[in-house]
């Protein structure tokens, strides 16, 4: 199938990661369909991608987008970035997994499905290992199910196995944090900086593993034609840092001097009272690599160091500042 005549239906696609990605994979001549809870959020969009109504959890008839479309990539997941009150967990959980499973409803209704579904997924599934230093990859078991992250990472993981159809191609990328201009937890991180606060966070030991937005565009436009991506795939840059070396790169990149470090304590009162955030998010952290990206696919990432990849999301900021 050429290029120009591909479908690329993305579940979620209305946020950070899936707005990233319709534009990118428009730009190269793709069609995209959204399917979105509140499609009417459209208007600030590209008009070559189209947008449907779904709730999430139940077929409708968004379903026969699906049919005869090249790939799927599902972006659905209410953001882990809040205080993990029940009720929160309970929707960061079922977000996940009901959309797997709706999908896999409409997928198995459809005459001609997707070849190929690509599905988000967490680098948190492996916890906060052990000592920090861990380094962590495909092959490192899932964390103990007792946490959040790693239970939710592995249920979400089997929903998206149990939905997907045995002989359609499968890709799990397993996202680390994800740097953009226009949007994801770097943009608190970015504010904090240029206030004055973006000293080392806690111990400043902590291992950031991240992945700059336009890598992961490039990976997934990628992994839809090309047949040998199948599998999981730790989806992150080669070089992760530690909170210390990250906090000094964003003082760098927007021209910052040294800021005081943040205390835990001090953080986990902020978390709480200021930014209704889970403090562990910067407090913890994992030090994760891309090994199947790079030893079977040779995948180069455009932005393999951090420092690069903060430039330039500071200068597309200055381009386009949403
Ligand atoms: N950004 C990162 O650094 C990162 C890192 C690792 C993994 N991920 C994963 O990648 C996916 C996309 O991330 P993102 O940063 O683009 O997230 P996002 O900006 O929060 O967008 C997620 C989308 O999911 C839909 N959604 C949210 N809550 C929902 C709910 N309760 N029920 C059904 N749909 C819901 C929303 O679409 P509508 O409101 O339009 O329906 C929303 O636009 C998520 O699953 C996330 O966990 C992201």
């Known amino acids: 199938m050429s290029k120009s005549t591909r479908h690329i239906v993305i579940p979620g696609g209305s946020g950070f990661l899936g707005r990233g990605l319709a534009a990118f994979l428009a730009e190269e001549g793709d069609r995209v369909t959204i399917l979105s809870r509140q499609p009417e959020r459209s208007h600030d969009l590209d008009e070559r991608i189209g947008w449907r109504h779904w709730d999430a959890r139940t077929l409708g008839d968004w379903a026969e987008t699906i049919d005869n479309a090249t790939a799927i990539v599902n ?44 599905q988000s997924a967490t680098a948190h599934i492996v916890g906060d290992p052990s000592p920090e230093d861990t380094i962590c990859d495909e092959s490192t078991p899932p964390g103990p199910q007792d946490e959040m992250a790693p239970h939710v990472g592995v249920a979400w993981e089997r929903a998206f196995q149990e ?24 943009q608190r991180l970015r504010t ?50 530690t909170n210390r070396e990250f906090m000094r790169e964003m003082r760098r990149a927007y021209r910052r001097p040294w800021s005081p470090p943040a205390p835990a304590l001090g953080v986990r009162l902020a978390c709480r009272f200021l930014l209704n955030t889970d403090p562990e998010l910067a407090l913890l952290g994992r030090r994760c690599v891309p090994t199947r990206l790079q030893e079977e696919h040779d995948f180069s990432f455009h932005y393999p160091t951090v420092q690069a990849a903060l430039e330039d999301v500071r200068k597309r900021e200055q381009v386009d500042p949403g």
Request: hydrophobic share 40%; proline share 4%.
């Open 75 to 118: 972006f659905v997941g209410k953001s882990v970035d809040c205080r993990k009150t029940p009720e929160n967990k309970r929707v960061i959980l079922e977000s996940r997994i009901d959309s797997c499973r709706v999908i896999g409803e409409a997928v198995r209704r459809a005459e001609r499905p997707p070849r190929v579904w690509i």
């Open 163 to 186: 939905a997907k159809l045995a002989e359609q191609r499968g890709v799990i990328l397993r996202i680390s944090f994800v740097l953009g201009a226009q949007g994801g937890a770097l």
């Open 192 to 241: 904090l900086t240029r206030l004055g606060l973006g000293g080392t966070v806690g111990s400043g030991r902590q291992w950031i593993s991240w992945i700059h937005q336009h890598d992961l565009n490039r990976l997934i436009f990628r992994a839809i034609d090309d047949s040998s991506f199948e599998g999981v795939y730790m989806t992150t840059a080669p070089e992760p840092v």
